[in-house]
C-alpha cells in the first residue's frame, strides 16, 4: 500500500505549511501529494506551487470539480501540468451534488449522472490520445456544441498542445454504487470519500472483476497524539460539514453513504441538527466509532495495530490528511 498525502482545499486563506508537508512527504519516500476544491481556492492551481517545488513526487486532484470547468478545459490543466511536472499528473475528479453544482457553479445538476460522468471522461480521454480532433454528440456534453442557439460553425478541433501522456491516470469520487461500478469500467481509480477496512463489503458487489493496476486511493485524517477521543475531533467535524452540510435535506450522497455503512439512524440526526443550525451539536452527535473506522488517530502502537487492516484490504495508496510532519514520519515508518 502507497501512501499518499492529502491536502485538501484552503480554509478563509492560504494553508500555512502546505509546502513544507508535501516537501517533507516527498522526502519520506510518500509517491503523491493531492489537492481539492469546494467553492474557494481550486485545485489546480497550489498543485502547481506544488509542483514547482518538488521532483519527484506524483501530483494529484482530488478531488477537481467536473462542474467547474468544461471537460475540453480540465484536459487542458491536466495536460500543462504533466508537461510542467514530467510527467507527475494524476487526474481525480468527483461530480460533486446539486447545492454545488446549482449553488456555486450556477449549473444545472445532471438528471443522469453516470452518462454525464462517462461524457466528461470521453472527452478528457480524446483530448490526452490526441488521435483526432474531438468529436462527441452527447446528452450533456456536445462537441462541436449543437444545441438551439448554436451558430452552426463550430469545428472539431484537437489540442495544438501535444499531451505527454494519452494515458495520463483519471480517478473518479464516486460514491453511489452504480457510480462505483462505472468508475471501474472508465477511469484508472477509484477515491472513495469514507474508507472503513472494517466494513470494506460495503462496496464488494461494486468492485467486482477490477482491472490490472487500477487504484483505490481513500482518504483518511491521520494524527499521531495521546488523547484519541481529542485527535478524532477534526474527523467528527469534517463529517458534521459534509453530512450535515454539503446537500439538500432530501438529496445529500455523504449522508446516504453514511447510511449505507451502517450508520443511517445517526446520518439523519447529524443532517437535522446542522439544518436547524445547531451546528456544534451536529459535530458532537457523529459517533466515535464511525469517525475512527475510516480515520488513524491515537498513539504510535494503536495506529500501528490499525494500519495493519488498511493494509490487508484492496487499498492500493491511502492519502493522509495529516496536521504535522510527526505523523507524516510515523507512518512512513510503519508502512514499511
Known amino acids: 500500500m502507497r501512501l499518499g498525502l492529502a491536502l485538501g482545499y484552503w480554509g478563509r486563506g492560504p494553508t500555512p505549511g502546505h509546502l513544507e508537508l508535501a516537501q517533507e512527504a516527498e522526502r519520506l519516500g510518500y509517491t503523491s501529494v493531492w489537492t481539492s ?85 470521453d ?46 491516470p483519471i480517478l473518479l469520487g464516486a460514491e453511489g454504487p452504480k457510480n462505483i461500478a462505472q468508475t471501474t469500467r472508465i477511469a484508472d481509480g477509484w477515491l472513495p470519500l469514507y474508507w472503513s477496512p472494517t466494513r470494506s463489503d460495503v462496496y464488494d458487489a461494486s468492485l467486482t472483476g477490477l482491472p490490472d493496476d487500477f487504484m483505490i486511493a481513500p482518504l483518511a485524517r491521520a494524527q499521531v497524539c495521546d488523547d484519541v477521543a481529542d485527535g478524532l475531533l477534526p474527523v467528527k467535524a469534517m463529517l458534521g460539514f459534509y453530512i450535515g452540510g454539503m446537500g439538500h435535506a432530501a438529496r445529500n450522497f455523504h449522508a446516504d453513504l453514511m447510511a449505507r455503512m451502517g450508520f443511517e439512524a445517526e446520518s439523519h440526526r447529524i443532517q437535522e441538527l446542522f439544518l436547524a443550525g445547531r451546528k456544534e451539536e451536529a459535530v458532537l452527535a457523529v459517533p466515535d466509532a464511525f469517525a475512527d473506522e475510516i480515520s488513524l488517530v491515537g498513539p504510535r502502537q494503536r495506529i ?33
Open 37 to 121: 476544491e469546494a467553492w474557494g481556492s481550486d485545485a489546480f492551481t497550489p498543485l502547481t506551487w506544488i509542483a514547482a517545488h518538488t521532483s519527484r513526487i506524483r501530483l494529484g486532484t482530488a478531488i477537481a470539480q467536473m462542474a467547474a470547468r468544461t471537460p475540453t478545459a480540465t484536459a487542458m490543466h491536466a495536460l500543462t501540468l504533466d508537461h510542467l511536472s514530467g510527467g507527475r499528473m494524476m487526474l481525480g475528479l468527483g461530480l460533486s451534488g446539486p447545492q454545488v453544482v446549482e449553488g456555486w457553479y450556477g449549473r444545472p445538476f445532471p438528471r443522469s449522472p453516470l452518462t454525464a460522468t462517462r461524457e466528461y471522461v
Open 304 to 336: 500501528k495495530e490499525r494500519l495493519e487492516l488498511w493494509r490487508k484490504g484492496p487499498v492500493t495508496d491511502l492519502l493522509v490528511a495529516a496536521p504535522d510532519t510527526t505523523t507524516l514520519r510515523v507512518l512512513a515508518e510503519l508502512n514499511t
Open 123 to 168: 472527452v478528457i480521454r480524446q483530448v490526452l490520445r490526441r488521435e483526432a480532433p474531438v468529436e462527441l454528440d452527447g446528452r450533456f456534453h456536445q462537441h462541436p456544441y449543437r444545441g438551439a442557439d448554436a451558430t452552426g460553425i463550430g469545428k472539431p478541433l484537437k489540442p495544438i498542445t501535444h499531451p505527454l501522456r494519452a494515458q495520463l
